[in-house]
């Protein structure tokens, strides 16, 4: 059973809309992450956060933004969509000392 | 910086054939070293892990062991069966960082 959920599944939206991507976990992990996966299946760390308010871009740039306002969510916004973000996003958790991610089912993003 | 290598796919076998997808690394230090699974539609889950040279993860008849002489990490299974269709990726971490470094994923697609 999944304890990372990630709504919507499947998102199609238009150009210039803004759009967030929920993460939510019942793990009480410390680490969060948002990794997007491109059509050749490839994943890259766009956004990760270590615990409440605290936010750190990844290692691809992104111009998406992400907040930890609580523990347990994880949110993903992108201001203004356009095609090129059109992707797959994945969240993680992971428990402060133990190095093994728990991924979400994924949200699928196709901006028109 | 730290990379990992996984063979390119897709790869495609008949049931209960005999499966190596290979798996080399680049990196200082000792990593954490991993194989996730992504079945179609969903997200990724760990499969195996090992934390040391000659350790040798397993799980669901995959095997792999953390051959640090060759830096290599190659998964196997003895038998596969048409559920073991997915995506596999290969992945590194250091020093308790839970930020995965990932192999671009082999697509595999056994055949009944």
């Known amino acids: 059973e999944a304890d990372i959920y990630q709504t919507p599944r499947y998102l199609v939206i238009g150009t210039g809309k803004k759009i967030t991507l929920e993460c939510s976990q019942t793990m009480g992990h410390d680490k969060m992450y948002w990794y997007q996966q491109d059509p050749g299946m490839e994943l890259h760390l766009i956004h990760y956060s270590y615990g409440v308010n605290s936010t750190e871009k990844g290692d691809l740039s992104s111009e998406s933004t992400v907040s930890r306002i609580r523990t347990e969510h994880f949110p993903l916004t992108l201001e203004s969509a356009r095609p090129s973000h059109t992707s797959q996003y994945l969240c993680a958790s992971s428990d402060s000392g133990a190095n093994v991610l728990t991924f979400g089912a994924g949200s699928r993003l196709t901006v028109l | 910086g730290d990379s990992v290598t996984q063979m390119e796919g897709p790869v495609t076998l008949s049931e209960e054939a005999f499966l190596t997808i290979n798996c080399t690394y680049t990196a200082t230090g000792y990593p954490s070293l991993f194989w996730y699974v992504q079945y179609p539609g969903e997200g990724l889950q760990l499969l195996l892990k090992?934390?040391?040279?000659?350790d040798k993860g397993s799980n669901k008849g995959f095997e792999a062991t953390y051959r640090k002489e060759t830096t290599s990490f190659h998964l196997e299974k003895g038998s596969v069966q048409v559920s073991d269709s997915a995506v596999y990726f290969c992945?590194?971490?250091?020093?308790?960082?839970?930020?995965?470094?990932f192999g671009k994923g082999t697509k595999l697609t056994v055949n009944p």
């Open positions: 090992a934390t040391k040279a000659d």
């Open positions: 992945a590194l971490s250091k020093g308790g960082s839970e930020k995965l470094v």
